[in-house]
């Protein structure tokens, strides 16, 4: 958690190179620990190097409870992972809601317009009854 807290505090150009220089750590030794570090960099909220898929594929390991794992740290890994997920699904259920309401958006459109042409009909019908002869009986 405190690797986490000195994460928020860095720069963009200072997290990039964090994220390169955790990469190769985890290239070179793929413990847990750097497991989780990197997973920690790549779901950062706010950063440009936010990578959910990559995070969530990093954590996956921990948290199917491979033997032998520091069990804080499994469940460190465990509450990121449920936290991606989440995300994912807000995402998920925040882009469906952007679609429906785009949808009724079009809807409301096409009935102004029709409602626009009906008006517009029944202006014309006053107009021709208005200047129209009067009827000869």
Do not use: W
């Not at 958690?1 to 000195?6: A, F, G, Q, V």
């Not at 620990?33 to 936010?50: D, E, F, K, T």
């Not at 008006?119 to 000869?136: D, F, G, L, N, V």
């Amino acid at each position: 958690l405190r690797y986490y807290d000195r994460l928020t505090r860095l720069k963009a150009a200072e997290l990039a190179r964090e994220l390169e220089i955790a990469k190769q750590i985890f290239e070179k030794e793929p413990s847990g620990l750097n497991r989780v570090q990197l997973a920690l960099i790549l779901c950062l909220p706010g950063s440009g190097l936010r990578d959910d898929g990559a995070a969530l594929a990093l954590l996956q390991p921990l948290v199917k409870g491979k033997d032998g794992e520091d069990s804080s740290l499994r469940a460190l890994a465990l509450l990121l992972h449920n936290d991606l997920i989440e995300r994912r699904h807000g995402e998920e259920a925040a882009q469906q809601q952007a679609a429906r309401a785009r949808d009724e958006q079009r809807r409301a459109d096409g009935l102004q317009q029709k409602l626009d042409a009906i008006m517009e009909m029944e202006k014309k019908m006053i107009e021709r009854e208005q200047t129209a002869p009067p009827k000869s009986r």
